[in-house]
């Protein structure tokens, strides 16, 4: 896919993985978020994908707050500075969000430290909670289940029956337009 955004007067065509790309339209504020973008592959390992992302701060860094598949992570690509964090969703005991008139901020504890990432549009700080509160308590259910040793022949295949909830729980939360629904359900249905 190849997106057009403008910069000081011109254009600049920028190739993104789908995924990256739909997450990064629905970025209200991307002033500033151009290195974060572009960055954002390096940061990702093989077969992850991105679900979600919002612009905020934290400390005295800007960057994007990111739910993937696996983590989320913060991004900040400076002139000067660079630095990215990593939040595990196994290791992430909450989140917690606060909204106030027009920006939200979210806090994310893991054990005994917290991250406070803010100046996040509210609505984008929404859908980033939900997904990775949800990847957590997926993450929780999994470790608290009894592992088996072969799968039952009876088993109901798993595999593209949680892949199609997932992405219908992102069309729900408005991530995914029904249009990108559909295609992606072809994609696995396809397999």
Partial sequence: ???????????????????????????????????????????????????????????????????????????????????????????????????????AKIVIHTGGASRIIENIGKSEAEAVSAIIRERVEAVTRERSQPQQSAPSPTATPTGIAAELRELAELRDLGVLTPEEFEGQKRKLLDR
């Fill in 1 to 103: 896919m190849i997106y057009f955004y403008e910069r000081l007067g011109g254009l600049v065509s920028e190739e993104m993985r789908p995924d990256i790309a739909a997450a990064w339209d629905r970025v209200g504020d991307k002033m500033g978020k151009k290195r974060d973008i572009k960055k954002l592959p390096e940061y990702l390992n093989a077969g992850e994908t991105v679900l979600v992302m919002a612009g905020g701060r934290t400390g005295n860094n800007n960057g994007l707050l990111v739910a993937t598949s696996r983590r989320a992570l913060f991004v900040s690509e400076g002139l000067v500075n660079h630095s990215h964090e990593d939040f595990p969703y196994d290791r992430i005991s909450s989140v917690t969000t606060t909204r106030g008139m027009l920006l």
